[in-house]
């Protein structure tokens, strides 16, 4: 783990309806350009944002994507109100020797961290939810709620606010697609050999915070280690 360069991604502040959209347009990205192989590249157009990525054509790829984003969702969904973090690393795979023979071992040299915080809904689609409407209908003869008072005007302030945080996701977006790219092409050093012919050169998985992922399990092993470092040798015997 030495080695391995790691890229921290500019947190994505995202209505949970676009979670899955955002997550699409970067992974992809940044598998895309670390498939080194013979790629037939995919064009996709993004169906939230003006925003046209590229696939490496590979079912097994975009299998496994949609079902780790699948997971981050199910995550996000029970504790909506905190940061949530995804992990894509490339590995490569080694032999090593073991006590009773050999074994492969994951050596990690790239890691993608994205971070994801949640925004409520914006007006509009409050209004439109059982809820806001039950109480637009409870004002009753003490007159309608301040949205339906303000009429056209109202109407007319919500659609400005939906169009301008659209504008800052958008922005968001594209910005943390443009660091992908300039991340891939500066920083080349760290890649391993490229040994296979496949579309996708280097194996990878995807990670979500708070699962039982090398991770943690690196955290743990250095808190130990600054556990022995603190401690208090024994006093030598003379």
């Known amino acids: 783990m030495a080695n391995c360069e790691a890229h921290n991604l500019p947190v994505l502040e995202l209505e949970p309806h676009q979670v899955r959209e955002a997550l699409r347009c970067v992974l992809h ?31 097994g790829v975009e299998a496994k994507v949609e079902s780790r984003i699948a997971d981050f969702c199910a995550q996000i969904d029970k504790r909506p109100a905190e940061l949530h973090q995804l992990q894509l690393s490339f590995y490569e795979t080694r032999r090593r020797q073991a006590w009773f ?32 409407q039950g109480a637009l209908a409870a004002s009753g003869p003490a007159g309608p709620g301040p949205q339906a008072a303000a009429g056209p ?5 919500a659609q400005q606010f939906r169009a301008a945080r659209q504008c800052r996701l958008q922005s968001a977006l594209e910005e943390q697609l443009g660091f992908v790219v300039r991340c891939v092409n500066d920083r080349r050093d760290h890649l391993p050999p490229v040994l296979s012919a496949a579309a996708v050169t280097f194996p990878f998985d995807i990670t979500l915070s708070g699962s039982s992922s090398r991770g943690s399990l690196q955290g743990g092993l250095q808190a130990v280690g600054k556990m022995l470092l603190k401690a208090t040798p024994p006093p030598v015997l003379g």
């Open 153 to 157: 005007a109202g109407a007319q302030g």
């Open 29 to 59: 990205t940044i598998i895309f350009n670390r498939a080194l192989g013979y790629v037939v590249p995919k064009d996709v157009d993004s169906e939230l944002f003006d925003i046209t990525y590229a696939q490496c054509g590979d079912p």
């Open 101 to 132: 023979g050999t074994q492969d071992e994951r050596l990690y040299w790239e890691t993608w961290v994205l971070s994801v915080l949640l925004l409520q809904p914006d007006l509009g689609q409050q209004q439109q939810q059982p809820g806001a």
